[in-house]
Nanobody, 122 residues
Framework: QVQLVESGGGLVQPGGSLRLSCAAS????????MGWYRQAPGKQRELVAV???????NYLEAVKGRFTIARDNANNTVSLQMNSLKPEDTAVYYC????????????????WGQGTQVTVSS
């Protein structure tokens, strides 16, 4: 019914930049909050950045000033621009969306992408 497809991960040197993208498709009526999470080996998944439908954002303290989340409501996409990357940013990054499906009675369900690896290393 709904698919979230991420792209843009990879290997980058410390101080470099990457841009992650996520596109949602399917029988979507509306997407509320969209966000990016990450999970490093041996650690719990954590919220990196979130953006509401109205454009309000919130960031993990460790990425403030370096990462920027943005969304396109018309195309059901969300992106994460990551600058000044550090080795501690290495993780699998997951896209998340609060999706209301057509015919669901306006019920929201949380959907996840498959994850994309980001590795920051020299």
């Amino acid at each position: 019914q709904v698919q979230l497809v991420e792209s843009g991960g990879g290997l980058v040197q410390p101080g470099g930049s990457l841009r992650l993208s996520c596109a949602a498709s399917g029988t979507i009526f509306r997407i509320n909050t969209m966000g990016w999470y990450r999970q490093a080996p041996g650690k719990q998944r954590e919220l990196v950045a979130v953006v509401t439908r109205g454009g309000s954002t919130n960031y993990l303290e460790a990425v403030k000033g370096r990462f920027t989340i943005a969304r396109d409501n018309a195309n059901n996409t969300v992106s994460l621009q990551m600058n000044s990357l550090k080795p501690e940013d290495t993780a699998v990054y997951y896209c998340n969306a609060g999706v209301v499906l057509i015919g669901s009675g306006y019920r929201e369900s949380s959907r996840w992408g498959q994850g994309t690896q980001v590795t920051v290393s020299s």
